[in-house]
């Protein structure tokens, strides 16, 4: 691994970064537990040691906050949405979102959601070969509506995911231009990108139009806006934008990418299969609750195997307001600390043989063992994903109507490798699939 991840005098571990994006974040934790890296001329701190993790994401004394370098790339999509605010907005809007994400209320999308993905993988035949990462976009994104918005979607669905597309494109090269402003220029690939995400605020702005003349309470997205009619403490037009357009993005896409990795993770271990079809088998469509699905053993450790293996957020980012010290090591104020659920979840202080998919070794006596900050997919402390429990309920309804239904084979002769850009997408890939 090392022999191709060099730190390069001048341009630092930028070259690798940019061409094998996970392997020098791994390699860089293996070089300490914080360890000061740089990307041209940005300086960052690598911490990758449980005890210290723990000390940024829980953060008691109130000094982190979310690394504006690389969120200021982003911030005309996000605007002032869930996964970049801070303060008071954040602290407001976090209430106000986070009871549609408790586990009890994710228990009643249940029904919804399994419907969805009934409704659309039904429609696959014997022998045809599904585009898989695309097909688990276009669920994830019905799923999302189903469960948190119930808006009208089929005729402008075609158009988010063309816009979404269009703008995750240009994530990596936005996150790896040296300047900031070169996103600003009046390029043809920048205009693109206007083009998009004013097409996709266009669509959702129609949507909260449409929302507010229904006048229901019974989504999310129903509470957003009813919050703002409420008048004090409500939110403006543009909040809601801001929160629509961050629980799309960061509600579909990484669920999607979840359900991808495992489903081909499966493919190449046919075994597991059959075990989990028998897990299966007692479940009842028409009544079925969270910890009868999600916590079966197998289903369990296949969703936590797979997330270890390629956590779709693959980096967790974080800038100190002050001067502090992490392990002993100085971290200037406003430098970024960088932390890795992928290179956490490689660590071979915590996993054995930790390459190999092996979701068996996700039982109590491991998970006893495991540091908490060992394990991070969803990150942790204050800002932990508020969507766990939906995308963990949504994958394993995903992966037990799809394995239920069909066998699924893995076509191509070589192992199929990420591609990893804004989150660890997996590369283009199909897979033939056989009703059982
Ligand atoms: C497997 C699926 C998912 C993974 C691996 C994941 C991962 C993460 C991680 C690591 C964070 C914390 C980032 C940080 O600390 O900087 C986060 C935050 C967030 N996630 Fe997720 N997420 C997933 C699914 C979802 C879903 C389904 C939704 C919504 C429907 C969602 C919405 C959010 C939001 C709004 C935040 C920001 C929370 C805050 O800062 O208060 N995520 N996610």
């Given at each position: 691994m090392s022999a191709t991840i060099e730190n390069h005098w001048l341009f630092g571990y930028f070259k690798p970064f940019v061409s094998h994006r996970v392997e020098t974040l791994r390699h860089i934790s293996t070089l300490g537990d914080v360890t000061r890296f740089r990307l041209l001329m940005g300086v960052n701190y690598m911490v990758s040691d449980p005890q210290l993790i723990a000390q940024v994401l829980l953060d008691p004394e109130n000094i982190f906050i979310k690394n504006r370098g690389f969120w200021s790339r982003f911030d005309d999509i996000f605007g002032q949405g869930l996964v970049i605010s801070e303060g008071t907005i954040w602290k407001k809007h976090r209430k106000l979102m986070a009871p549609a994400f408790q586990s009890k209320t994710v228990q009643t999308y249940f029904s919804q959601m399994i419907s969805e993905v009934d409704q659309y993988v039904c429609t696959w035949r014997t022998g045809e070969c599904i585009s898989v990462h695309q097909s688990m976009m276009e669920i994830t994104l019905n799923v999302l509506n189903a469960c948190l918005f119930n808006v009208e979607f089929a005729d402008v669905k075609k158009q988010i995911v063309e816009c979404i597309k269009q703008l995750e494109s240009q994530f990596s090269l936005r996150v790896v231009r040296p300047f900031g402003f070169q996103s600003k220029w009046p390029s043809k690939i920048n205009k693109d990108y206007w083009a998009a995400l004013t097409k996709l605020e266009t669509i959702v702005k129609q949507f909260i139009n449409n929302v507010r003349a229904k006048n229901d309470d019974k989504t999310l997205l129903d509470k957003l806006v009813n919050a703002r009619d409420e008048g004090s403490g409500g939110l403006d037009d543009n909040e809601i934008r801001d929160e629509l357009i961050t629980l799309i993005l960061a509600g579909h896409d990484t669920t999607s990418i979840t359900v991808s990795w495992a489903l081909y993770l499966l493919s190449q271990h046919p075994h597991l299969i059959a075990t989990l079809r028998m897990e299966w088998s007692t479940l009842d469509p028409q009544n079925l609750d969270y910890n009868s699905l999600v916590k079966l053993p197998l289903t369990r450790g296949v969703l936590r195997e797979t997330l270890r293996l390629?956590?779709?957020?693959?980096i967790i980012g974080r800038e100190p307001l002050v001067d502090t010290q992490i392990g002993g090591v100085k971290i200037p104020k406003s430098f970024a600390v960088v932390i890795s659920p992928y290179a956490m979840g490689r660590d071979e202080r915590f996993y054995k043989e930790p390459e190999k998919f092996i979701p068996?070794?996700?039982n109590e006596e491991f998970e006893k063992t495991?540091?908490?900050?060992?394990?991070?997919p969803f990150g942790?402390?204050?800002?932990?994903?508020?969507g766990e429990h939906f995308a963990m309920a949504e994958a394993a309804i995903l992966l037990w109507r799809i394995i239920g239904k069909y066998d699924i084979e893995y076509t191509d002769n070589k192992p199929l490798q990420p591609a990893p850009v804004m989150t660890l997408t997996p590369a283009p890939f199909n897979l033939k699939v056989h009703a059982v």
């Open positions: 390629y956590p779709p957020a693959y068996q070794r996700w495991l540091p908490r900050f060992a394990f991070i942790g402390g204050k800002r932990t994903c508020i």
